[in-house]
């Protein structure tokens, strides 16, 4: 395995703990994992973990990085390192989800549909609820976000549901 991830940045460890036959907390598992290209080559992605149900289920023994997610969130919660590439941007997308982007590395740029930005610097925390936007690398160097989705009823308008809109979908 290569020591860099395919967006040039270091490898990312995980640590997992869980509980051994009496109960007592252990250390199940560690590793160091680079993020990878998705298919749009704008970004890198390495799943964490993540759960299909909400509230989590602490009896499930599976590895939470082994179920599947998709680009954005079908059911339950997943924490996953995002790496932006410079100059790229994701498409304009909304989900039914509650998401926090903590930057870890450098600044991106979240635009939402009407056209306003905001960029958010290393250290920053984005909550995003639910809106339409998209998320623009408008630096020469590489951006890590973790990013934490959780399940979410969708976001009603004079009592309508706005539609998801995912990149898997244009």
């Known amino acids: 395995m290569s020591d860099i991830s395919d967006s040039g940045l270091p490898l990312v460890q995980r640590v997992v703990t869980g509980h051994d036959a009496d109960g007592r907390a252990i250390f199940k598992s560690e590793d160091l994992s680079p993020t990878r290209m998705i298919p749009s080559g704008d970004a890198a992605f390495l799943t964490i973990w993540s759960t299909e149900t909400v509230p989590a289920d602490l009896n499930d023994e599976r590895d939470g990085r082994d179920l599947p997610t998709g680009l954005t969130l079908e059911r339950g919660s997943v924490i996953r390192i995002t790496d932006m590439l410079p100059g790229k941007e994701s ?7 509650i998401d ?34 998209l998320w623009r690398n408008t630096s020469d160097q590489v951006c890590r976000i973790a990013f934490i989705l959780i399940e979410a009823p969708a976001y009603l308008h004079n009592g309508q549901p706005l539609p998801e809109e995912k990149p898997e979908h244009q």
Request: hydrophobic share 25%.
């Open 91 to 97: 498409p304009m997308h909304r989900t039914n989800s």
């Open 100 to 133: 926090y982007g903590i930057v870890l590395q450098g600044e991106i740029e979240l635009e939402l549909e009407d056209g306003r930005k905001k960029t958010i610097g290393q250290g920053g925390i984005i909550v995003q609820r639910g809106t339409n936007h």
